[in-house]
């Protein structure tokens, strides 16, 4: 259970940072040790909390409890919806682009990729979401888990569009 809060102490150590993607007591776990980035998706959220995050008031109720349990930022996948994004100040609605779905299965695990890839390149957590969602998009395209074409994700990343909410 205590895996990926070993994990995130480990490169917290190192000078790493750290994105989880979990669910239940390992993610409650690993926010205890501060990783610099959550990323489940809306139903993990609530399941995880306890909480209804159907409605945006309860979604964002649960991302702010994220936030001051521990991670840095807080990044909700919402499936062909996109994602939300939130520090402690702050709001983003990531819009994903439109696309025909063969399979969304790999599709989150192909979203936290390309958020990592983003931030490797160095964006911001929100711009990083727009490679991030396009990557989810460009595998649910396929019929193969956590698989995209490098060209799908080039024409869909204009297409993701990362706005600061009121």
């Not at 945006?56 to 909700?76: K, N, P, Q």
């Not at 599709?107 to 989810?136: K, M, N, T």
């Not at 995209?148 to 990362?162: I, K, N, S, T």
Request: proline content about 5%; aromatic content about 4%; overall charge neutral.
């Amino acid at each position: 259970q205590d895996l990926y809060a070993r994990c995130v102490e480990q490169a917290n150590r190192a000078g790493v940072r750290s994105i989880v993607d979990a669910t239940g007591e390992p993610l409650r776990l690993a926010l205890s040790a501060r990783p610099f980035v959550v990323k489940p998706n809306r139903a993990e959220l609530g399941k995880t909390l306890g909480v209804d995050t159907s409605t945006e008031h309860g979604l964002r109720e649960a991302i702010r409890r994220l936030v001051r349990e521990g991670t840095e930022w807080a990044v909700v996948t919402l499936g062909g919806d996109g994602a939300m994004v939130a520090d402690a100040k702050r709001f983003w609605r990531v819009t994903a682009p439109k696309v025909t779905v063969v399979s969304p299965i790999g599709s989150g695990d192909s979203f936290a990729a390309g958020l990592a890839a983003g931030i490797v390149r160095g964006q911001r957590v929100p711009e990083a979401c727009a490679l991030a969602v396009a990557c989810g998009a460009a595998n649910a395209m396929t019929p193969v888990a956590g698989y995209v074409r490098r060209e799908d994700v080039e024409r869909l990343v204009p297409e993701a569009h990362v706005d600061l909410e009121p």
